[in-house]
């Protein structure tokens, strides 16, 4: 027997103000630079990190394949952390892997450092990405238990 989902009969116009009563709510409104720093991050990782190292073809594509890898990793451990440190704890490990991401970046960039550097440079990118895009999820599922669809859609 196949298991099928529940077909929800909300229609788009109320779902349309669901998410904006969600964007109106304070709690969401804090979480907004969060939400912010993952767009960046993206737009960082894939639109200008690859015109920043001086890379051939190969070895951007490892540099990406370590940014998989570390992603891949990375999000089962942040969420392990989140469950044990608590989001605020998460948030400064966080926040250096993202110095240390730029300073590997700026250190290949100006040192014309080569693989290794790269592959460093890809991993800490990956660590940062899976980072607040955990954060961001763990986040809006803590604040938002029931109900946290809205929430998401806005995300």
């Known amino acids: 027997r196949r298991f099928a989902a529940k077909m929800d009969n909300t229609s788009l116009k109320q779902r349309l103000q669901e998410m904006a009563v969600a964007f109106r ?15 960046f991050g ?20 490892f540099m990406f394949l370590a940014f998989s ?16 440190l608590g989001p605020t704890t998460v948030s400064h490990l966080h926040t250096l892997c993202c110095i240390l991401g730029y300073a590997t970046m700026i250190g290949v960039r100006e040192s014309g450092v080569s693989y290794r550097g790269q592959i460093a440079t890809g991993f800490f990118f990956g ?4 980072g607040v895009n955990s954060l961001n999820n763990m986040i809006i599922s803590l604040i938002y238990r029931e109900r946290s669809a809205p929430s998401f859609a806005i995300f």
Request: neutral net charge; aromatic residues 10%; proline residues 5%.
């Open 25 to 39: 709510d304070r709690r969401m409104q804090l979480l907004m630079p969060l939400l912010a720093h993952h767009g």
């Open 42 to 61: 993206y737009s960082l990782a894939y639109g200008v990190l690859p015109t920043l190292t001086p890379a051939s073809t190969s070895d951007v594509a």
């Open 69 to 84: 890898v570390a992603g891949a990793i990375c999000s089962f451990g942040w969420g392990k952390l989140f469950d044990r």
């Open 127 to 130: 660590m940062m990405d899976t």
